[in-house]
């Protein structure tokens, strides 16, 4: 399908968006960082302080990238931004009642897609000349998904079908506008979401794959 805007159309996007919120992208970076080690820890509160943290990337990305900047050219976003803000609830919700839980294990495909996320992806931005602030930073939706599934290849259980469904949809939807938008960093959705479902398939059931319903 063709898109509503052009590759320059699209880009301008981003650097309006990296100028008008600062050192945000670097905040971004930090609480991303900050996940990794708390999943390392042994601090009982870790679970729920992760989950947490990956909701509120998906709220960021929603809101601020969607709503504020990128329904500016394409009446999508809208859309988008409400799909990304569910997303976000629904990690809330997880994180109040029953949060994910997470057991990192040694060098795998889980460090992969992160490294991917946070480092390779703005170099490859460098390298077809769009870098950070002309292009996408970390809190814009593809990294952030990019992030997310990674750290779903650390989760103790497979992650339920409500936490993983939106990410592995947007990530169809990213590669395909990549694909159009020459956008080479991008091309790491289709990994990233195929990595996690065959993950999820190979996986045993969690215990409860619905929304949790009691308080813990």
């Known amino acids: 399908m063709q898109l509503p805007f052009s590759r320059d159309a699209f880009l301008?996007?981003?650097?309006?968006?990296?100028?008008?919120?600062?050192?945000a992208p670097f905040a971004l970076v930090f609480l991303a960082v900050?996940?990794?080690v708390l999943a390392h820890t042994k601090v009982t509160w870790r679970h729920r302080a992760i989950t947490t943290g990956l909701g509120a990337f998906w709220v960021w990305s929603?809101?601020?990238?969607?709503?504020?900047?990128?329904?500016?050219?394409?009446?999508?976003?809208?859309?988008?931004?409400?799909?990304f803000l569910v997303q976000g609830?629904?990690?809330l919700t997880y994180a109040l009642r029953e949060p994910l839980r997470f057991a990192p294990g040694a060098w795998g495909t889980g460090w992969v897609l992160i490294v991917y996320a946070l480092i390779?992806?703005?170099?490859?931005?460098?390298a077809s000349g769009h870098g950070y602030p002309g292009g996408p930073s970390f809190g814009a939706?593809?990294?952030?998904?990019?992030?997310?599934?990674?750290?779903?290849?650390?989760t103790q259980d497979r992650p339920p079908v409500s936490v993983i469904a939106i990410p592995?949809?947007?990530?169809?939807?990213?590669?395909?506008?990549?694909?159009?938008l020459g956008m080479r960093e991008d091309l790491g959705?289709?990994?990233?979401?195929?990595?996690?479902?065959?993950?999820?398939?190979?996986?045993?059931?969690?215990?409860a794959v619905r929304m949790p319903s009691v308080a813990r």
């Open 120 to 126: 390779v992806y703005p170099l490859l931005g460098y």
């Open 189 to 207: 959705l289709t990994a990233a979401a195929a990595l996690v479902v065959i993950d999820a398939i190979r996986r045993r059931p969690v215990s």
């Open 12 to 23: 301008a996007v981003f650097r309006a968006y990296n100028a008008a919120i600062g050192i």
């Open 34 to 36: 900050a996940l990794i």
């Open 168 to 180: 592995v949809m947007w990530a169809c939807v990213g590669t395909s506008a990549a694909m159009q």
């Open 62 to 83: 929603g809101v601020v990238y969607h709503w504020g900047f990128f329904a500016r050219i394409n009446p999508a976003a809208r859309l988008f931004g409400a799909v």
């Open 141 to 154: 939706p593809c990294p952030v998904t990019i992030f997310f599934l990674g750290m779903m290849l650390w």
């Open 89 to 91: 609830i629904i990690l």
